[in-house]
């Protein structure tokens, strides 16, 4: 089993800054992709980032130049730093990462993130 552990969310004002963090942890041999996604109240959940490689990444094109998405295999830890936020950044961020399993079978299985609150207000 492979759980994940979020944070770094929280209340920003307009034009603020926050950096998300998600560190996996458990049965892994190699982490393939690692993507961050949102939920905002009411919505569909929707992609935000993705890093299938360590030197490959892909956003939606209303974040950017505002967010980046990185990755430190050491740790098996993947970041969102999120700059220039706007309201409607509003949502619960959810990391999803894409796991080879250390069993015997090399098993590839993607696991979420529980979520974490971001919320930009004035």
């Known amino acids: 089993q492979v759980q994940l552990v979020e944070s770094g969310g929280g209340l920003v004002q307009p034009g603020g800054s926050l950096r998300l963090s998600c560190a996996a942890s458990?049965?892994?041999?190699?982490?393939?992709?690692m993507d961050w996604y949102r939920q905002a109240p009411g919505k569909q959940r929707e992609l935000v980032a993705t890093m299938p490689s360590f030197s490959s990444t892909n956003y939606r094109d209303s974040v950017k130049g505002r967010f980046t998405i990185s990755r430190d295999n050491d740790k098996n830890t993947v970041y969102l730093q999120m700059n220039s936020l706007k309201p409607e950044d509003t949502a619960v961020y959810f990391c999803?990462?894409?796991?080879?399993?250390?069993?015997?079978?090399?098993?590839?299985?993607?696991?979420w993130g529980q979520g974490t609150q971001v919320t930009v207000s004035s």
């Open positions: 458990g049965s892994i041999f190699s982490i393939n992709t």
């Open positions: 999803y990462i894409v796991v080879t399993s250390n069993d015997s079978g090399r098993t590839v299985r993607g696991y």
